[in-house]
């Protein structure tokens, strides 16, 4: 927004089979005719002797922000902003049809899409002759422009792979973007560059970096640099990066939409009014002085802003008039409609070497009171839904392709896998966006959860039913993290179906809310699980959000060897209303192998002992005062910026209780009125889960407060401490430092915050100890003291930070402040160590708490006897486990008799001295329902085959980069290795 202006088989099975029933594929439509001319061959010529001043005509079109996503496409609730995208395409073709030499590039395919299903077949078919002919370009492609601090890298790829699968299915190769176009988030991730090079986009424009780190580059020349997106990945991972020079905005004086009030040309000699010279002098003066910055002799300009081109002709009138006099005046300047591919190609052909970048955009100041560092962790409850969200569509996936596998007409899961697309919107999941669009983002996500629900219970049916004609109801509980569910306290018998989408064997510990009674729960084989009852805590049961809940306790079992991609059955039923209350414990400890001591006069937790290893961990909830003072920046939904450096503890101690039992540890503590804290300890688990309660953050004050969770230890951590990158990469951070530029800092506590998407860590080099804290949904945190772990859980603020959404980031639910709850899951240990090292055991926490088994609710029936006779209660997609470092990212329904197939390994080099290596994997006969007959390995987005990818390539000063030919034939997956393969498939016969 210019508003914030500012994966393997055995190689001698899998053949490489071309099938037109395999996706992607060779374009079908004009892509064979001697008229197509799209891609780097439809750019208009450059001048060697000239500088080359390349137009980009764009609009910028947020998917939801100011207005909700169907109100920006219509064009409605003109009072937060007049955009309409409906307009922007029909009028955009109607212009690029009137003239051949104009170029337009589009973005979002989620309103692309929308405008494409609602024209005739002769409206489409001038937008293909319009592709075709490379005067209508898609960029990036993606359904959203997605924000790269709170997004994963899992949704990341889904939601290229759905916009990209669009486009290829409708346009052909010539409807496959080059470029990635990441121009409005704000700051960017070294794997999102690590993923489009993967993808086989050739460069990447952004327009946000910090201001120092833009003046440093722009000063040096260096604004366009080859990025190294992964120390795991060499050159495959390396991207041309180009740093916009005027945000994404045209020159001043120079934006001809209807949203702006600047002069047309005015080329009629004998009016008073005529400005042709003045005008062609201010615009040269601009790209001559944009050219001193870059060191090519092609420069492009942005033609186009947020929501431009409403009335295209408008602007495409005087962008013709500025082509024909800058033209003619013969300054040295030669003007064209252009793309960014066609400027990308130019710069390319003129073989220049770039310097190189490692590390990442991150954090992103605007000026030197304004960190961008707040939406990290803005609207926490919407960033966990997300990851829900993420978590049901990666099941609802899975279970399609093992049954629905002649499947070619779309599916009820689309509207999930467009929600989701939708989500990771730079003004979604960043929690940037008004409340009214907040709300009807969860509008959105919460009815494609319903027509998810159904697709997966037609699919368990068919694993399930022993006998076609019994179907099992199946309902989903999206309450439990507030401790409701409709089944588990209102069915005296349901069954729990544990769905584990993981590719390896594991254990997990269910919590089901229940009422104040005796119950059993059985396996299914009939035996009866250990369980114990849990009293839901008092903050949790006063919660509005749970006004019709009765439930008073969790039930716990654990569900053990739950098979991958595979599910157990348990059944529960009530005994007894009768209930022997549980017990407090007197001890001032919890855990056996791995326990977490209290310290007995403030209730706080002080130490921790894990893989032998003793460490002080103090932990306590404390807040930081948002600056709100008049004429300074205030923190708001973007900004992070406190009132000074301290913090307060939300108070110095807390009342607790302790419950122990057959299968966990619990410490309730409660700090005050608004913020309280289960720590808890799982008996066989590796880790300490946190589980914070904030909410509502109280303003009677005046003051908006943001919440911390801080983990204060005696490791000596030298300034550094090493956040995750989307999921997946560590990188280092050091505080008060950017390793490209000599920081000059203000905000020492905001400018010092990253964003956290799964895990936060400090390591002591001396001891050989470190700490870590994975999270549940993404967060920003940091260490601000040596020694010390922060992750921001909560804020509400009562001042709009100045950056466009024009309201604070104050939510409300029921009248009161946003209750938010929430886990952390603490992990402690030395450095390295025997395999699985900590770092591989933090891997697989982080796998198993991102893709957590899933609970399915049905009513119980008669008994456990019919249902065990009805229904199977266990089932395996999988034949045998995955290696541990080996994992099916995505399995999914793809064409006629066809999957798609991806598998990474998800450890880096060196992080154990095992399960680092390169692991071999053979898929032909791995999976339980279908039998692999072939598979096509393509790109990382799927709408390319592997063999067909040919990046175009740049020299560095470090090396000359050249992609490596892939063969499809590969025969293992090294560390971070995602590959991507269509496979045809053949039901397995029973």
Known sequence: MSFRHTWLAAAAFLLVVTSCLAYPRRSQHR?????????????????????????VPHSHDDVGWLKTVDQYYYGANTNYQRAGVQYILDSVVDALLDNPDRRFIYVETAFFWMWWLEQTPERQQEVKDLVNEGRLEFIGGAWSMNDEAASHYQSTVDQFTWGLRKLNDTFGSCGRPHIGWQIDPFGHSREMASIIARMGYDGLFFARLDYQDKNTRLAGKTAEMIWEGSSNLGASADMFTSALYNHYSAPSGFCFDI??????????????????DAKVQNFVNFVNGQAEHYTSNNILVTMGDDFNYQDALMYFKNMDKLVKYVNAADKGVNVIYSTPSCYLKAVNDEGLTYTTKQDDFFPYASDSSSYWTGYFTSRPTTKYFERLGNNFLQVAKQLEAMTQLGQVEASSIDSLREAMGVMQHHDAITGTEKQHVAEDYMRILTN????????????LNQLI?????????????????????????????FVVTVYNPLSHEINHFVRLPVLSATYTVQGPDGALQTTQMVPIPKEVLDSPERASSTATHDLVFKAENLPPLGFRSYYVTKTSDSFEEVQPSGDLSIGTDLEVVLDETTGLVKTLRSNGVEIPVAQNLYFYKGAAADNQRASGAYIFRPNGTSKTAISDSSTFVVYKGDVVDEIHQTFSDWASQVVRVYHEENHVEFEWLVGPIPTDDGIGKEVVSLFTTNLDTQSLFYTDSNGRELLERKRDFRPTWNLDLHEPISGNYYPVTSK??????????????????AQGGSSIVDGQMELMVHRRLLRDDGFGVGEALNEQHFGKGLLARGRHYVMAGA??????????QEREVAQRKLLAPWLFFSPGGSGFDEWQTNFKMEYSGLKTSLPSNIQILTLEPWKEQTLLLRLEHILEQNEDTELSKPTEVAFEDLFTQFAVTSSHETTLAANQWAEDMQRLEWKSTRNSLKDKKVSGKALSLGPMEIETYVINVEKQSK
């Open 31 to 55: 892509d064979d005719r001697a008229d197509v001319s799209c891609g780097y061959q439809s750019c208009h010529q450059v001048d060697s002797t000239k500088l080359n001043v390349h137009l």
């Open 259 to 276: 949203l702006c009030n600047t002069e047309p040309f005015i080329d009629n000699q004998k009016s008073p009014d005529y400005n042709v």
């Open 448 to 459: 494609a959860f319903e027509d998810a629900r159904g697709s997966a219970e037609k699919s």
């Open 465 to 493: 039913s022993q006998d076609a004609s019994n179907n099992v109801q199946v309902f989903n509980c999206l309450e439990l993290n507030v401790s409701s569910c409709d089944v588990t306290e209102n069915q005296e018998k």
């Open 760 to 777: 936060i860590l400090i390591r002591d080099a001396t001891k050989g100890l470190e700490l870590a804290v994975l999270n549940d949904r």
């Open 831 to 840: 450095i390295g160590g025997a395999s699985p090292s900590l770092a591989a």
